[in-house]
């Protein structure tokens, strides 16, 4: 990151509203503020950066962000860069902001293209075919299913459903955010291998400091396993990676502090051999921006998880088929 002489720092926030609901087994979310930062140089130019709050992963409130991004430590800055932005004890969600504004000054690429999936949210099984079916005609082939820990019978009914939808050749990703139990795990995988259902990856199934859990499940099955709530910092990425129980990372902008900080940790992801996809809370389109950017730039052969705008009831965003452009 460049040192960059600041004008001024101005906070102010918009409500990004959803096409439906987006549920998974830690929140519902109907529609949710985002608080946008713009930076204005002394040379004129001005760099944009957003963010949200996600109390149910990152414990952070909105309250939070806005206090710390309309603070004083802010408004008084004169200049910034990753030396100033380091010296700041601020929730990640506020730095993420600020980086990303920066991110914004120095990016100059133009315009890029990544491969997306898009979520099946926790719903009653009677409206799976909708919901399912809508995605097929926008094109999508890779599809993250949003579960929780409901009777596995149940479970493997939904899964089954899913893919009898989607088609033999489209990838399933499973996400139970933390909701599962080891045991339940366990119970869960076994059924998914005695289907041969084509799981591309299970996220986060346990909680995010059951590492050793999480190692014990690997072993008992051949369905790979992605880290998410477990990597918020390079602290916790020699974790996951000492644990030996994940194949793949999912790397956040706003869970890492910015788009600088998520560089360096996907870069070392990927020294250590994990397989590193670029995700996103639901965010604005600013944060949709530098995450596919992120993604064309750390992994871009693979389909990471962009579908925030495909939400919004307006972006300016564009998704075509199976992928993202910005």
Not at 17 to 25: C, D
Not at 106 to 119: G, I, L, M, R
Request: hydrophobic content about 45%.
């Amino acid at each position: 990151m460049k040192l960059h002489e600041i004008k001024s720092i101005t906070a102010s926030q918009y409500v990004v509203s959803l096409r439906e609901p987006f549920i998974t087994s830690l929140r519902r979310v109907d529609n949710y503020p985002v608080i946008q930062v713009r930076i204005e140089l002394e040379s004129g130019r001005v760099g944009v950066g957003e963010c949200v709050a996600t109390p149910a992963i990152a414990g952070d409130s909105i309250e939070e962000i806005w206090s710390e991004l309309n603070s004083d430590k802010v408004k008084n800055l004169k200049e910034i860069d990753q030396a100033v932005l380091d010296e700041l004890d601020f929730l990640p969600s506020s730095r993420a902001a600020l980086d990303m504004a920066c991110w914004d000054l120095e990016n100059e690429e133009s315009n890029c293209t990544v491969s997306t999936d898009v979520t099946i949210p926790i719903a009653p099984l009677n409206e799976i075919p909708r919901i399912t079916e809508e995605r097929i005609k926008a094109g999508f082939q890779a599809f993250k299913i949003k579960v929780e820990a409901e009777p596995i019978e149940e479970l493997i009914r939904r899964i089954l459903l899913i893919h009898e939808l989607v088609g033999p050749f489209s990838k399933l990703r499973i996400d139970p955010n933390q909701s599962w139990s080891l045991d339940y795990a366990k119970a869960a995988v076994n059924t998914f291998d005695a289907e041969k259902l084509p799981v591309e990856y299970l996220e986060q199934p346990l909680k995010r400091d059951q590492l050793a859990e999480h190692r014990e499940l690997s072993l008992a099955t051949s369905i790979p396993l992605m880290a998410d709530e477990s990597c918020f910092s390079e602290v916790d990425l020699i974790k996951v990676i000492s644990s030996n129980a994940f194949k793949f990372l999912n790397v956040k902008i706003l869970k890492a502090g910015g788009v600088f900080p998520a560089r360096r940790l996907a870069a070392l992801a990927k020294e250590a051999g994990l397989t590193v996809s670029i995700g996103l809370m639901m965010e604005g389109d600013q944060g949709v921006r530098a995450a596919t950017h992120l993604a064309y730039e750390v992994n871009p052969e693979i389909i990471h998880d962009l579908d925030a705008a495909w939400w919004f009831k307006g972006s300016s965003i564009v998704y075509q088929g199976s992928t993202v452009r910005v």
